[in-house]
């Protein structure tokens, strides 16, 4: 996935290189380079955005929520209720990318896009995708980078592409300061005093990202140290014994039933974490925390993890946190009664 | 060798392989740790060590031991026994879509997002349906050869179940729900804890006791039907009892451990080499053979590296040149 040291340079990939003809001037028109060379005029008036999937729909949603054609899968009632009603009823579409097509391109088509967004990884296998996507529907196929540090870049990119810089930059400032909050924060952490956290992951808390995998993107970003990290991989499963030999100084789990038995479980009761009540459950809603979908719902989980890693880092209410960022990037304001149920991982 | 010594051999081996597995592992247990554990465990007396120790050995460690005993002999058994039922050397005890079934009850509870005993339980259930159907329609069909009609139905039906795996995964969440199917799939003792090891025991207890208790008139399974029955043998009855026995302890297994192949397939020919072809002798031998069989693997898969090895991968990697070897050894007779 992205974020990996030492792959190419993470320009926002757009059809292959580059894309679009920045320079001052700002009503340049911008264009679309593929692979093949060819410049194409990126439309004058975006008006219809099909998202490849669940990482692209909330980046669109969060930029401008009017533009999205649909959803990847439906949402449900618990999301919907913290999102725009009008916006969040619309259709189930399908994934373009991903694991697994569930679109089907004739019915992309049907829904006339102006462009196809996808946000993740720029690896090239998904630029080979966007190409054969392009080339069959001749929609542009827009491809931004998602790595979870690159949000603010990938905002402006957007906002250029979509004519809506203000909100991207907007959105872009906001990404930046919450990821320099955590970053100086955390700089100030001794490599020796940074937690060794295990991500519990699925429902028996035995999945976790290995090092450099996208669902543990945001436990690098805020210093600590993923005990399955030291070999590079992706998603993997372990067994609790491993994880009793590993005795991670916190656990951040997914999955709410997982959670709640681990005190009653004697297995994971004898871990250092669980006795010293270090286990913490990433909120959920309107999307995860911590992973799934890996989008820009991650940049509040950040707050949240150093929050609970460094509880004296991060003095900052949490739910007043919750409250702005629902405010500016989900377009709804949420109570104080909706964050605090958020936060506790309900709904 | 002697089939005695054979069934000895057998027995020492499963011995050993239990004495490996409880001594090695990821978290550092020292012999003597072990040893003080377990005393401590069974007098009921603190033994000093952190409370992780004993958290290894008797919620981790060794119920997955317990589990991987349990599967490996009930799977050996249940696929001694259906290749003598089928005749046929190359069978397993998958043939009439209990995998299948236990693996697409298991999806569709991941799909439904039940907690781990309900997906083990909808998992189980699974197994035991589709065998049903399988043997329903084996029995509606009457006419011609009985045991080859279940075979066919079970290809046929099996091949259903797994489309609906199919659909299953295109239908999960690719973030959650996909990754939890495939490593279920892929088979694994990993979560295994002393609230899983009930249920298992209990099935995996019943059906190997089944396929046991009816050992001694297994060997007329070899005869066509019409001469069995001339000796006495009532084949129908036989022949669901058999099926019976095999479908809970291979429905309980991949209800507890994903799908573990090979293991069924390869373990039995192993045991005949040891003791011959003769049912009363075989059978347990089998059973003794696959549970250390899978409790070596299984250490290994959780062994070999910090993360988990999925045991179907490492069944089919160990179980293949093992299989050619055997077949080499045996030139292909098997009788």
Known sequence: ?347 | MSPRAGLAAALAFLLLAVLLALGVGRFPLSPLDLARALWAGLTGTPSGLPPATGAVLFQVRGPRVLAALLVGAGLAAAGTAFQGLFRNPLVSPDLLGASSGAALGAVAGILLGLPILGIEALSFAGGLGAVAVVYAIGATLRGGDAVLTLVLTGIVVGSLLGAGIGLAKYLADPYNQLPAITFWLLGSLAGIGLGDLLPLALAVLAGTALLLALRWRMNAMSLPDEEARALGVPTGVLRAAIVVGATLVTAASVAAAGIVGWVGLVVPHLARLLVGPSFPRLLPTAALLGGGFLLLIDTLARTMAPVEVPLGILTAVVGTPFFIALLARTRGGWS
């Open chain 1, 1 to 347: 996935m992205s974020g990996i040291p030492g792959a190419p340079s993470r320009r926002t990939l757009l059809i292959g290189a580059a894309a679009l003809a920045a320079g001052g001037a700002r009503a340049a028109p911008a264009t679309l380079r593929d692979a093949t060379g060819r410049d194409l005029p990126v439309p004058a008036a975006v008006a219809r955005v099909f998202p490849a999937g669940p990482p692209a729909a909330i980046l669109l949603y969060t930029l401008a929520p009017d533009l999205l054609l649909g959803w990847p899968r439906a949402l449900r009632p618990d999301e919907r209720a913290l999102l725009l009603p009008e916006i969040a009823a619309r259709p189930e579409i399908g994934r373009l990318t991903g694991r697994g097509n569930t679109a089907n391109l004739e019915s992309v088509l049907a829904l006339a896009p102006d462009l196809i967004l996808d946000a993740g990884s720029t690896s090239e296998t998904y630029l080979s995708l966007a190409r054969r996507v392009e080339a069959q529907t001749g929609v542009p196929y827009a491809l931004l980078d998602g790595a979870l540090a690159r949000t603010p870049e990938t905002y402006r990119v957007l906002g250029r592409l979509l004519r809506r810089e203000a909100a991207g930059e907007d959105r872009a400032a906001a990404a930046q300061q919450i990821l320099d909050r955590v970053a100086t924060r955390v700089a100030t952490v001794p490599a020796e005093r940074r937690p060794r956290v295990y991500a519990a992951l699925g429902p028996r808390g035995l999945q976790t990202g290995r090092g450099g995998a996208i669902n543990v993107e945001s436990l690098d970003l805020v210093g600590a140290r993923n005990v399955a990290g030291e070999a590079s991989g992706g998603l993997a499963t372990v067994s609790v014994e491993q994880v009793l030999a590993w005795d991670p100084d916190a656990i951040v789990a997914t999955d709410a039933r997982f959670a709640a038995g681990l005190r009653g479980d004697p297995a994971w009761a004898s871990l250092r974490a669980v006795r010293e009540d270090r286990v913490h459950l990433a909120p959920h809603l309107p999307f995860g925390w911590l992973e799934s979908p890996p989008s820009v719902n991650r940049l509040l989980g950040l707050l949240w993890l150093g929050h609970c890693l460094y509880p004296n880092l991060f003095p900052e209410d949490l739910a007043a946190e919750t409250r702005a960022f629902h405010a500016r990037f989900y377009g709804r304001p949420i109570d104080a009664a909706e964050a605090a149920r958020i936060l506790a991982g309900q709904g």
